[in-house]
């Protein structure tokens, strides 16, 4: 069982950028960043792959955050540009067991305890 550590919850203006780091006990494959929302279902953020490093992104993210992944020290970061306010959620880490870009929740065996990021306007 891989532990997940989110980092990099903060506060920020609209416009502003944050960088979340998910740090894992040990080796992983396929990662995945999703966030929740009050009242909201979870929601894919990024993901990426485990082989080739390939990634994929949420429509409401695409062009303004990007996924990344240092395998010497099995964390994953999401860098997210250019925040709104809509992007206020907490953000939560995923690992898969495979090595194949993952997009569903389901897919993922692991979670991070998740970190929150509140975009003001």
Known sequence: ???LVESGRGLVQAGGSLRL???????TFSMGWFRQAPGKER???????????RTYYGDSVKGRFT???DNAKNTVYLQMNTLKPEDTAAYYCAASVGVNLVLDPSG???WGQGTQVTVSS
Do not use: H, L, M, T
């Open 1 to 3: 069982q891989v532990q």
């Open 21 to 27: 780091s998910c740090a894992a006990s040990g080796r």
């Open 43 to 53: 929601e894919f953020v990024a993901a990426i792959s485990g082989a080739s490093g």
């Open 67 to 69: 996924c990344s992944r």
């Open 108 to 110: 993922y065996a692991n």
